[in-house]
């Protein structure tokens, strides 16, 4: 059985949903906001808790660091979310059990069906036949195709003023040229694959497929 672990980017956030996880998956939880104190949590043997985090960098800033810190002694298998996942992944306590079993098919699984309860628009995931959801989304906007989201109009209108780019602009391109890291799509598609709200479970091999100096770099720009 692979070793799992799951590292949780956490603010304000109810914990309860931690009670429903697999037991042979270990939780490290990286904590922005007050500390935690509840006893069945921090004597609990299967929890990491580090306290008094600086709130920077969102969720993002959370995963650098943690492979960053841990970059030569990864478990097999990460699952890295934000600190109540369930408002974007319903099936998350499910997924988690398929991991903790050996069911991951694939090196980045991501774990999520939406934004929130109306974006993407109900009849766009009711009939899934995987418990996530991955969109086609344009390199030029980052939004998906099917659906207006002003959530990823924002991010998408940040970056664009903060390098001060043009609209048009392959955004994915600009991004990639930003951390280093090579296009391989770049000409061959206006498309890229998205998935919502950075909760997904990746294999060591994957991770280990860049440098620390790669991480460290991308944590440096966060």
Known sequence: MSDVCMVVA????????????????KVIIYNKGKDITEPKYLNNPNITIHNKCNNTGRESETYLRYIISNYNNLPDIIIFTQGYPLDHAPNF????????????ASDIMPMT??????IPPP????HLTTPYL?????????????HWD????????DYINLHELQNGT?????????????????GQSDLFDFFYCGIFAVKK???LKHSYDFYFNCHSIN
């Open 93 to 104: 306590s499910h997924l988690c059990y398929l991991i903790a079993n050996d069911e991951m």
């Open 205 to 207: 091999e994957a991770i």
């Open 170 to 186: 392959d955004v994915i391109h600009h991004f990639c040229g930003l951390i280093n890291l090579p296009d391989h799509n770049y």
């Open 113 to 118: 069906v939406r934004w929130n309860h109306e």
């Open 10 to 25: 956490r603010h304000e956030e109810n914990l309860k949903w931690l009670d429903f996880l697999p037991k042979n998956i």
């Open 123 to 126: 009849l766009t995931y009711e």
């Open 150 to 157: 002003e959530g990823v109009h924002g991010i998408h209108y």
């Open 134 to 146: 991955i969109e086609k989304a344009s390199r030029y906007t980052l939004c998906p195709l099917t």
